[in-house]
């Protein structure tokens, strides 16, 4: 019998960031991100390389969402501002959420998945 896989990920809580730093690619190519449409419920892919299209990834009200691979996240991740809450997904079940947990401030704003860490931030 096969054994599921899990792995340990750790949560920091950060206040926001004073600015914000916008990050362009270079000549190394095009760059995958992910974007959430306000008041849409949705969480899509864009590809720098196609900037016209973007990829419908998952349905779920949030205001910030992340999936990083190469940074330890076998999930998908939201910010839901409206329930004081973030969140994780299933990468391709296309709606609903695995686990939620409650934040100790009011509106988390961006979530991020940095070294196996979740860093969720909340507005100044």
Do not use: C
């Not at 999930?75 to 969140?87: S, V």
Request: aromatic share 8%; net charge neutral; glycine share 6%.
């Amino acid at each position: 019998m096969a054994r599921a896989r899990s792995s340990r990920v750790t949560l920091r809580l950060l206040p926001a960031l004073a600015s914000l730093i916008y990050v362009t690619p270079g000549d190394a190519g095009a760059v995958t991100v992910l974007l959430t449409r306000r008041n849409q419920s949705q969480v899509h892919t864009w590809d720098s390389s196609n900037p016209g299209a973007s990829v419908l990834l998952h349905t779920t009200q949030s205001n910030d969402a992340d999936y990083n691979v190469a940074e330890g996240s076998t999930f998908g991740w939201i910010t839901e501002h409206f329930g004081d809450k973030f969140a994780r997904f299933i990468v391709g079940n296309n709606v609903g959420l695995d686990a939620q947990y409650m934040t100790p401030y009011a509106y988390p704003k961006h979530i991020t998945v940095h070294n196996n860490e979740i860093v969720v931030m909340e507005p100044q």
